[in-house]
Nanobody
Framework: QVQLVESGGGLVQAGGSLRLSCAASGRTVSSYVLGWFRQAPGREREFVAAVSWSGGSTYAADSVKGRFIISRDNAKNRVTLQMNSLKPEDTAVYYC?????????????????WGQGTQVTVSS
């Protein structure tokens, strides 16, 4: 499977910005869809955004549209989540995930590889 390592989490004030990065490695990493999920205390893991490596299409959850931007660098096997206008409700552990799919999925069941997660805390 693909190995994933997240970085960039931290503490930020409401209205601020933060950029998360995920480094992917593996023999066939270019054939995987990469995405971001998050999980807050007492809540289920939630889809944030995903991007197709081959087609360049993206999909984002309604809660982050207009604020978060997902992008990829195929040459470096890296996916980035730029988070702007952060809100306290964005506080969660953010996970990078990879799915072997011809379409861009948005549910955890489609993603077979996961990173360790990085904590994002937004203060009010």
């Amino acid at each position: 499977q693909v190995q994933l390592v997240e970085s960039g989490g931290g503490l930020v004030q409401a209205g601020g910005s933060l950029r998360l990065s995920c480094a992917a490695s593996g023999r066939t990493v270019s054939s995987y869809v990469l995405g971001w999920f998050r999980q807050a205390p007492g809540r289920e893991r939630e889809f944030v955004a995903a991007v197709s490596w081959s087609g360049g299409s993206t999909y984002a959850a309604d809660s982050v549209k207009g604020r978060f931007i997902i992008s990829r660098d195929n040459a470096k096997n890296r996916v980035t989540l730029q988070m702007n206008s952060l809100k306290p409700e964005d506080t969660a552990v953010y996970y990078c995930a990879a799915a072997r799919s011809t379409v861009v999925p948005s549910t955890p069941a489609y993603f077979g590889s996961w990173g360790q997660g990085t904590q994002v805390t937004v203060s009010s």
